[in-house]
């Protein structure tokens, strides 16, 4: 199988981002909406459905410490390098909720990547009566280890469509879930879309 042409779409993901109530740790989380050169639907529900529970494949980060700062009205955070694993699930029990984070990486790991550098996201809000605000982040990760999976009837590795990573840019949701997962005192929608990286010298 082919890699991805160098900055083509690799991917669309959704999740959230939870903050620990215990030790102020954050993780993000959630599951594919596209995934490019798989071939078959990446939900599994009769109906159609494109939900967390109907998710076949789902991802979730080592927790890590952000650090932030401010710069008149823009908020910055400054995360640092670390992991995230991409899991299959593979039994239609396994299924994904927000409300359970654990539940996102309860299925088989098929590839981890790293994010190569720190990553700095920025936040403003307008004037209370517009109702806008803007909160963005990139990053590019490496993949550091992958295994191969079957789905439906096909068998892949990410190794091969993604030898050299992707880079990702996220934008959050503008109001945080108003009743947070336990053991976490905040909880943040986001979408990030990826596109493959190409070889280095």
Not at 63 to 71: A, G, H, I, Q
Not at 142 to 152: G, I
Not at 155 to 182: F, M, N, S, V
Request: net charge neutral.
């Amino acid at each position: 199988m082919a890699p991805l042409m160098p900055a083509s779409v690799a991917w669309y993901v959704t999740g959230r981002f939870y903050l620990s109530s215990e030790d102020s740790t954050l993780q993000d989380l959630g599951y594919f909406i596209h995934l490019e050169g798989l071939k078959g639907p990446l939900f599994d529900d009769p109906s159609g459905k494109v939900a967390e529970a109907a998710a076949r494949l789902t991802f979730r980060a080592v927790p890590f410490k952000s650090r932030t700062l401010d710069n008149g009205g823009l908020a910055l955070s400054v995360d640092p390098v670390g992991d995230f694993t991409v899991y299959l699930k593979e039994q239609a029990h396994a299924r994904a909720h927000f409300d359970d984070p654990d539940s996102f990486s309860d299925g088989r790991p098929i590839a981890t990547f790293r994010r190569a550098s720190r990553v700095v996201g920025g936040a403003f809000s307008g004037p209370p009566r517009s109702g806008r605000s803007l909160s963005l982040n990139v990053f590019t990760a490496h993949l550091v280890w992958s295994a191969p999976f079957d789905l439906h009837g096909e068998r892949y590795d990410l190794a091969d469509l993604l030898p050299h990573g992707i880079t990702q840019w996220g934008e959050c949701g503008p109001t945080a879930i108003e009743h947070p997962a336990k053991g976490f005192s905040k909880v943040v929608p986001f979408v990030g879309s990826a596109v493959a990286v190409g070889p280095g010298r």
